[in-house]
């Protein structure tokens, strides 16, 4: 009875503690969507305006909202933005069009007025001279004489002849090529009708997209009304256009680490106070022993093995594109002397494949691992879920099929104006065309009803709204849910306002949510091999999803510095996505208990191969998501670094470190479990993580960092749009770094070869179903808690 009596207030004590964590994740969610939805509005009522018209000084037309509107559809519809950026966004093969523009506008007005006042060129005056005319072209091109009460922006004569400049110049660019990995004649001169869709209209698409790449110099380098810095917070960084870093970008990079430090010793401190990690459901020398003989396997899962050999297929495929696009730098228009592959499979298409391949496999590894785990929280097969899976794999390989189909038919112009709902939608990332979205949404919301299906008997057993099992369901609703908001934007969305809502996705709904679903699986899979209390698991995953969500919702503001966002981003930005190293480095203490926990299970533990991976993960977070993330997501960096090399270095290292080892962990997990024990090999899984690891760490460390500081040396020493010109990638040291990239992008794809040749191989022998639609399955109730068991 006294033992009962003390555990009472033991136990008590567990629940308030729950319930107290729960409670500060809704609090922590509702504020951080609220300041983010608030940063929105105040970005759609500050970012710069689009002149319903342009005139000279003498009142002339000379360009329309309708042509910048027209322009950025043309950019978006030869899928330019896989090429080059638009400020700052984009790929780094290309030029960035902004600062490109910009270089191009402000040397027009340089000319103009040196001819006026010395009838000489820029380049003909003298020091003295030279300091004049630029001080007089910074004055007038930063004054803001757009009159909002009449939807018109008026141009100086020194502004309207820069314009003329900037037409000239990409009328020869998009003529003639770029003389690096731009095809000639790209852009087809008037092939978008009026008739159709009111973001295009009739003319001449290279004036076009020239005015629209005007437009982004122009509130690069003009001042905010009541303001002394520019739509884009002063960047890019160009002294001639008087383009410097602002305070803000020097005070909130000192504030932020300051914060970080300050943060990292008081969560410390409440992780190791209140005992916030997972514990060992197992003592020392009594590791549960895992039979997977004896496991149950239902029709549903048995099927999901098509789904882990496609992925394994789709990650080849993808990094063989990689590898594709790694050689374009070095020989931009032929691949080994191949011009035939280039005409085909240019850079623009390749990339946009590239990123749509790794979005489509890593999420069907997520899916199929969805569909697996489902009866064995809700303890039986629902009937018919098999044809459900097969519906759902079907719909999986049309989409996989016609979105790839339908970018290159896009990319390539050969869609006219239906680019936008089945080709290249024009944004990266979001290369999908409409058509192609819908139904990967309406794949998402099956995918979802299979699971529910699965678990719902799991759910009406748990009790606890905030259990495990729920945790589990939450994160599932999330995924689809979280992808709704790509169909915020249209080709007649503001660029600004459209990047808000895509960094929704890349950010939010990638890094985000499935890291949310990683961390709540990682825990249920845990539990569920007895290797964790099921309440340390609950109590562990709403600290970490605290963390994650506190810091990672607001911390999306990095990517909003300097796209013409308000300057307000600056702050919320650098402070909130230098917190999330926070719960990226506390990961990396999981890493050690699952190496602990594997070293328990000695060498008949079944699991090792998810276990690598797992670790991998967990590593790759640290180092990739974490340390190369805050490089460069501290303002003061990223005005010289932002869309150059350090960027995809910490983007190689989060998505295929994080989420593609996180990918590849689940499906090895599932695989074990309906592959037949006999014809299992752990050294071809060993051997894979290996040669993925030291091929990514490779081609980061001696090509894409190096190259990255080398390039933001660059901008700092002549201005950014120097650091972006085929002539820097052309520099023999830059050359020698990333065809040494060669190597280690060799030893990555003979990784990824040796994991399609093992799940390919164990599709072939898959074990039999053991138990049918309906009939219990002989495991772990989860929905029961502890105490009661």
Same mark, same amino acid.
């Given at each position: 009875?006294?033992?009962? %009596?003390?555990? *009472?207030?033991?136990?008590? %004590?567990?629940?308030?503690?729950?319930?107290?964590? *729960?409670?500060?994740? $809704?609090?922590?969610?509702? !504020?951080?969507?609220?300041? @983010?939805?608030?940063?929105?509005?105040?970005?759609?009522?500050?970012?710069?305006?689009?002149?319903?018209?342009?005139?000279?000084?003498?009142?002339?037309?000379?360009?329309?909202?309708?042509?910048?509107?027209?322009?950025?559809?043309?950019?978006?519809?030869?899928?330019?933005?896989?090429?080059?950026?638009?400020?700052?966004?984009?790929?780094?093969?290309?030029?960035?069009? #902004?600062?490109?523009?910009?270089?191009?506008?402000?040397?027009?007005?340089?000319?103009?007025?040196?001819?006026?006042?010395?009838?000489?060129?820029?380049?003909?005056?003298?020091?003295?001279?030279?300091?004049?005319?630029?001080?007089?072209?910074?004055? &007038?091109? %930063?004054?803001?004489?757009?009159?909002?009460?009449?939807?018109?922006?008026?141009?100086?004569?020194?502004?309207?002849?820069?314009? &003329?400049?900037?037409?000239?110049?990409?009328?020869?660019?998009?003529?003639?090529?770029? +003389?690096?990995?731009?095809?000639?004649?790209?852009?087809?001169?008037?092939?978008?009708?009026?008739?159709? %869709?009111?973001?295009?209209?009739?003319?001449?698409?290279?004036?076009?997209?020239?005015?629209?790449?005007?437009? #982004?110099?122009?509130?690069?380098? #003009?001042?905010?009304? +009541?303001?002394?810095?520019?739509?884009?917070?002063?960047?890019?960084?160009?002294?001639?256009?008087?383009?410097?870093?602002?305070?803000?970008?020097?005070?909130w990079s000192g504030a932020s680490v300051t914060l970080l430090i300050l943060f990292i010793g008081i969560i410390l401190f409440v992780f190791y106070r209140y005992h916030l990690g997972m514990q060992e459901a197992y003592k020392k020398g009594n590791f549960p022993k895992i039979e997977l003989r004896r496991l149950p396997v239902t029709l549903s899962q048995v099927k999901t093995g098509k789904y882990f050999a496609i992925v394994t297929v789709l990650f080849f495929v993808q990094a063989m594109f990689g590898a594709l696009l790694a050689h374009y730098y070095v020989e931009p228009e032929s691949f080994f002397g191949l011009k035939w592959i280039y005409d085909i499979l240019p850079f623009n298409i390749s990339k946009g494949f590239h990123l749509q391949l790794a979005i489509l496999w890593i999420a069907t590894a997520w899916l199929g691992m969805g569909i697996f785990i489902a009866p064995l929280v809700g303890g039986?097969?629902?009937?018919?879920?098999? @044809?459900?899976?097969?519906?759902?794999?079907?719909?999986?390989?049309?989409?996989?099929?016609?979105?790839?189909?339908?970018?290159?038919?896009?990319?390539?112009?050969?869609?006219?104006?239906?680019?936008? !709902?089945?080709?290249?939608?024009?944004?990266?990332?979001? &290369?999908?065309?409409?058509?192609?979205?819908?139904? @990967?949404?309406?794949?998402?919301?099956?995918? !979802?009803? $299979?699971?529910?299906?699965?678990?719902?008997?799991?759910?009406?057993?748990?009790?606890?709204?905030?259990?495990?099992?729920?945790? @589990?369901?939450?994160?599932?609703?999330?995924?689809?849910?979280?992808?709704?908001?790509?169909?915020?934007?249209?080709?007649?969305?503001?660029?600004?306002?459209?990047?808000?809502?895509?960094?929704? $996705?890349?950010? !939010?709904?990638?890094?985000?949510?499935?890291?949310?679903?990683?961390?709540?699986?990682? +825990?249920?899979?845990?539990?569920?091999?007895?290797?964790?209390?099921?309440?340390?698991?609950?109590?562990?995953?709403?600290?970490?999803?605290?963390?994650?969500?506190?810091?990672?919702?607001?911390? $999306?503001?990095?990517?909003?510095?300097?796209?013409?966002?308000?300057e307000v981003w600056i702050g919320l930005g650098s402070v909130f996505s230098a917190l999330e190293v926070i719960p990226l480095t506390l990961l990396i203490l999981e890493a050690y208990d699952q190496y602990k926990m594997m070293r328990d299970g000695g060498i008949d533990f079944p699991y090792k191969g998810t276990f690598w991976f797992l670790i991998s993960v967990a590593i790759w977070n640290l180092v990739g998501a974490g340390v190369m993330g805050f490089l460069i997501n501290l303002p003061s960096v990223s005005y010289f670094e932002h869309g150059q090399f350090l960027t995809p270095a910490h983007g190689h290292g989060a998505m295929m470190g994080v989420y593609g080892m996180f990918a590849c962990a689940v499906f090895i997990y599932c695989l074990r479990n309906i592959t037949k024990p006999e014809k299992w090999s752990d050294k071809w899984v060993k051997f894979s993580c290996i040669m993925l690891n030291i091929g990514l760490a490779g081609m980061i460390l001696i090509s894409l960092l190096p190259v990255g500081i080398i390039q933001i040396k660059e901008a700092f020493n002549h201005g950014y749009a120097a650091s972006r010109s085929a002539a820097f990638l052309q520099k023999d040291i830059v050359q020698t770094l990333l065809t040494i990239r060669a190597v280690p992008d060799t030893i990555f794809l003979i990784g990824v070869a040796a994991l399609a040749i093992f799940a390919v191989k164990a599709l072939f022998n898959l074990r039999k179903v053991t138990h049918k639609e309906n009939e219990p399955l002989p495991v772990k109730d989860l929905a029961i808690d502890e105490d009661e068991a």
């Open positions: 009875m006294e033992m009962q %009596r003390s555990a *009472k207030p033991n136990q008590f %004590r567990k629940q308030n503690k729950n319930a107290l964590l *729960k409670s500060i994740l $809704i609090i922590t969610l509702i !504020l951080s969507f609220t300041v @983010l939805i608030a940063g929105g509005v105040w970005i759609f009522k500050e970012m710069a305006p689009r002149p319903l018209e342009v005139t000279d000084s003498k009142g002339e037309v000379l360009l329309t909202k309708k042509s910048i509107m027209g322009g950025q559809a043309v950019f978006q519809k030869y899928g330019l933005m896989d090429y080059g950026t638009v400020l700052g966004h984009g790929s780094y093969m290309g030029p960035d069009y #902004t600062a490109e523009a910009l270089k191009v506008y402000t040397e027009g007005m340089q000319d103009y007025k040196s001819f006026h006042q010395y009838e000489k060129s820029f380049k003909e005056l003298n020091e003295d001279q030279q300091s004049i005319i630029k001080s007089k072209v910074i004055k &007038e091109m %930063r004054k803001n004489r757009y009159q909002a009460n009449k939807d018109r922006l008026v141009l100086t004569d020194a502004q309207s002849y820069g314009l &003329e400049e900037v037409r000239a110049y990409y009328k020869k660019v998009f003529t003639d090529g770029d +003389g690096w990995g731009l095809k000639p004649n790209l852009i087809k001169e008037s092939d978008m009708p009026e008739k159709g %869709r009111a973001w295009v209209s009739k003319g001449d698409q290279i004036t076009q997209i020239s005015d629209f790449f005007f437009w #982004t110099a122009w509130l690069s380098s #003009t001042e905010r009304k +009541g303001d002394n810095i520019t739509y884009t917070n002063n960047w890019p960084y160009y002294e001639d256009a008087g383009n410097h870093m602002s305070f803000s970008a020097i005070w039986h097969e629902p009937k018919k879920q098999g @044809l459900l899976v097969d519906i759902l794999f079907w719909a999986l390989v049309v989409l996989v099929a016609g979105s790839m189909l339908g970018q290159w038919l896009g990319a390539k112009g050969y869609l006219g104006n239906n680019w936008f !709902l089945f080709g290249h939608q024009g944004w990266e990332y979001l &290369e999908l065309g409409r058509i192609w979205q819908y139904i @990967l949404a309406a794949g998402m919301v099956i995918w !979802l009803f $299979i699971v529910y299906r699965g678990i719902r008997s799991g759910l009406k057993k748990e009790t606890d709204k905030g259990g495990l099992i729920h945790l @589990l369901f939450y994160s599932a609703v999330a995924v689809p849910l979280f992808y709704l908001f790509a169909f915020m934007i249209n080709p007649d969305t503001s660029f600004t306002f459209a990047d808000y809502w895509r960094w929704w $996705i890349i950010h !939010l709904w990638v890094e985000g949510i499935f890291e949310v679903f990683a961390v709540v699986v990682i +825990g249920f899979l845990m539990v569920q091999m007895k290797l964790v209390t099921k309440k340390s698991t609950v109590r562990a995953l709403y600290f970490q999803l605290i963390l994650l969500m506190g810091s990672g919702v607001i911390g $999306i503001g990095h990517h909003y510095y300097y796209n013409g966002s308000a």
